[in-house]
């Protein structure tokens, strides 16, 4: 507290007394405000220079709100003696503060889905905006100063430490690229791409099996990128196969760059090289079992080389996740696993039950029950929650692009596919896309009280659209 008295008080405060010591609760608004918001001092330097037009300002956003000596007895806003007085010390540093340019944070971008949001790229989190915050954050382009543009003192203070807005003293240009489009309902907001269908393993559980190795073509990728960014998409997640097996993988990672939406990449972990690590936000890395178990499913080695890469990935500062599958050699496992797992410091685990396709129906005896899966699956945590449009069931803002071009809306649908992005625009071929209502569904006949929230389940797995997914009922029954 001393040194805030020498930077605030001693130096610039008309009003401080030496002698007089009161609790902080009792001291002026602006002590107490950059008492309990110290980051905030670093990069100011005032000077005793008043600007009426910034005074103004700070008057009404922060004396009149906040600082109980102005609501009792401010000289400061006297008009008998304000002439004659200067302001409190804290007052010149709000000032500097005031007059600061604003500018919106690399990792944030405004999305237009069913409504406006604030989209956090880096922490994948979604901020819902009203018209004031949107008018407030369209002028965070680096040519604004805060005392112009600010809307909530509070607010305000809040974007800047939690790392959504910085202040500059000098003038910036940053342009704030605003929606222009008219967006589906339900938005597409996660896009899964496979890549190829190449793999450097042959997992028995692999709902693919054995595919050719085809690649999707390159110039195909780039119109599907650019199309799904001008759809205000939020995550796309290319899969395969292996996509670090992807032919024009380095070219892929350069184009990256330029996009908006998250870049996550779903992989096996055997393949992860330190030039491979750019552009991406997130790496999902499976990891079935402690080491015999995980091993028996994906090759001997395996579990190893994946821990190995999983320290290469956090060295380059990539979000990692964890994709289980729960089969029967790891059914025992799954408090130790969680142990590992919190050790590595993830941002999700995810854990599911495969379905029978490909590889798994030469290894049906590794098959879970309901209610065997029912632990094992209420051990997954993390993940970011993005609001779903109510009413729909799982997938309505999710499809899946094969690496022949076709589109489904999910990777178990290649069957069905609802176009091929050789011939049509995504935009134009999301017009095929039937979306199932939570309403059609059996669960809804039985007035099941999770509906919402469990979302029908995997409707793949249910084996008819409209039944039951018997293992989300009995994890949440």
Known sequence: MEKLKDKICRKFCFFFKENKELPLEEKCGTFRFFYNHQNLLKDLTPSKKINSEINKKIINYFCKPICDYYIKDCDWTN????????????????QELFNKYVILQEEFFIKKLENLFLFDRKRDELYELDENALEFFKNCDGSHKLYEIIKDFETTIYLIENGIIKLSKEKKSKKIKLPNIEIPSPSLRYLEIQLTYSCNLSCKHCYLGNKENIHLDFN???????????????????????????????????????????RVFISNGTLIKKDLLKNIDQIQISLDGLEKSHDFIRGKGTFKKILENIELIKSQNIDISIATMIHKKNLNEFDELEKL???????????????????????????????????????????????????????????????????????????????????????????????????????????????????????YRAGDELKKDCYMCVLFS
């Open 79 to 94: 008009p008998e003696i304000k002439n004659k007085i200067e302001p409190c010390g804290g007052f010149y540093f709000l």
């Open 220 to 262: 195909l990728l780039k119109r599907i990128l650019d199309e799904f960014e001008e759809l205000q998409g939020l995550r796309v997640l290319f899969s395969g196969g292996e996509p670090f097996l992807y032919k024009y993988i380095y070219e892929l990672l350069d184009l990256l760059e330029k996009y908006s939406f998250r």
């Open 341 to 459: 797992i919190k050790s590595i410091g993830v941002v999700e685990w995810g854990i599911d039950v495969p379905v029978v396709e490909g590889n798994l129906k030469n290894h049906e005896y590794l098959l879970v029950t309901p209610e065997e899966a029912k632990y094992p699956l209420s051990k997954k945590f993390g993940g970011s929650f993005h609001e779903p449009l109510s009413g729909y069931a799982c997938g309505a803002h999710l499809s899946t692009i094969f690496p022949d071009g076709k589109i489904a809306k999910c990777g178990f649908y290649y069957n069905n596919a609802y176009a091929d992005l050789n011939d049509d625009f995504l935009i134009e071929a999301l017009n095929n896309k039937e979306n199932l209502k939570l309403n059609n569904l059996e669960c809804n006949k039985i007035q099941c009280k999770f509906l919402e929230e469990c979302r029908g389940g995997c409707r």
